[in-house]
């Protein structure tokens, strides 16, 4: 019975944890976007690449910027292992693909 308690406990935890990590990455994905669109309206273009923001992009960043047209972008992060959750300037929307 201790046993099972114990993997319930650490079950839980890890759930919560990635909750929350999963929030921080939605969180600077929208600052990001916010960002983007406000780059956007001063300067008539996207910015190339986030060093524009003010912002570097590792290899560990919590979400990711990339250009898809002149006037289109994405912006990303990564769920588990082959899924993210991605949004598209072109339909204002959030998917999850993967």
């Not at 919560?16 to 990455?25: G, H, K, P, T, W």
């Not at 898809?68 to 339909?91: F, H, I, K, P």
Request: proline share 2%; with cysteine; aromatic share 12%.
């Amino acid at each position: 019975m201790k046993r099972i308690i114990k993997i319930l406990t650490l079950v839980l935890l890890f759930g919560l944890y990635s909750c929350e990590f999963n929030n921080e990455r939605q969180e600077y994905a929208e600052m990001l976007i916010e960002k983007v669109e406000t780059f956007k309206t001063k300067n008539n273009r996207l910015p190339k690449d986030v060093s524009e923001l003010g912002l570097i992009e590792k290899m560990d960043s919590p979400a990711f910027y990339q250009i898809q047209t002149d006037s289109t972008y994405m912006v990303w992060y990564g769920l588990s292992v082959g899924e993210s959750q991605v949004y598209r300037s072109a339909t204002k929307k959030w998917t999850e693909e993967g």
